[in-house]
């Protein structure tokens, strides 16, 4: 069965620091692996979407990079805001249309 | 206006009580999905639908059934609610394209206690 970690669970940093997210994955079998961010009384927004036989994508201030082999991706933030306080949440396809997703970390960028 | 929407927003209700949760998209997805989050747990898939004549049950459906009236609507009911049924409950919806790009589409959430 297929189970998404993610770590740390909460994390708090002042502005300007670059972040580093972890999320890791049992079977290596996925179709791709998402990150969705999520604010309170909004629902979740995909962030970055990186198939299988990728290795990153790069959106502004973010970089996911996607390790299959060893069930690992990270979610890197760049000069951090406040505006990126928020839930971070990764997700994995494991082939059919369902996604099975992480715990999330619970991000808040201090000014 | 928002793509997927859901309603009610939040929702008190008691032990035994029936309640049903909708979900509609103007995004003309045909794939459709409800998740239940709770702290600590992430997103669990309740139900999915493929297409309007397509159910299928997801992790966790017990105690849940569903609903698929159009391709635009989906919904989600409790048949006799329970207080271990408090969570946010989301909806969803897909575009399969085939390329491995297709991402789900979420609503705002309805926030369900069960006293």
């Known amino acids: 069965k297929q189970e998404v970690t993610q770590i740390p669970a909460a994390l708090s940093v002042p502005e300007g620091e670059n972040l580093v997210l972890n999320c890791s994955f049992t079977?290596?079998?996925?179709?791709?692996l998402q990150w969705f961010r999520q604010d309170p009384g909004k629902g979740l927004t995909s962030l970055l979407l990186?198939?299988?036989?990728?290795r990153e994508q790069t959106s502004g201030r973010l970089n996911a990079s996607l390790d299959k082999s060893s069930g690992r991706s990270t979610l890197y933030i760049a000069a951090s805001q406040p505006g990126d306080s928020a839930t971070y949440l990764c997700?994995?396809?494991?082939?059919?249309?369902?996604?099975?997703f992480g715990t999330g970390t619970r991000l808040q960028v201090f000014p | 206006d928002a793509d997927v929407t859901q309603t009610p927003r939040n929702r008190i209700t008691k032990t035994g009580k029936r309640i049903m949760l909708e979900c509609s998209q103007t995004?003309?997805?045909?794939?459709m999905y409800w998740y239940r989050q709770d702290p600590g747990l992430g997103l669990r898939l309740i139900y999915y639908?493929?297409?309007?004549?397509?159910?299928n049950k997801g992790e966790i459906s017990d105690g849940y059934s569903v609903s698929r009236q159009a391709q635009a609507k989906f919904s989600l009911s409790l048949e006799s609610a329970i207080p271990n049924q408090t969570a946010l409950y989301f909806c969803?919806?897909?575009?399969?394209?085939?390329?491995?790009?297709?991402?789900?589409?979420f609503g705002p959430g309805t926030r369900l206690l069960v006293l």
């Open positions: 969803a919806t897909s575009d399969p394209h085939g390329t491995g790009k297709e991402t789900q589409y």
């Open positions: 079977d290596s079998a996925i179709y791709n």
């Open positions: 990186i198939q299988s036989s990728q």
């Open positions: 997700a994995v396809r494991p082939g059919t249309d369902k996604l099975i």
């Open positions: 995004k003309g997805h045909d794939r």
């Open positions: 639908s493929f297409d309007v004549k397509d159910i």
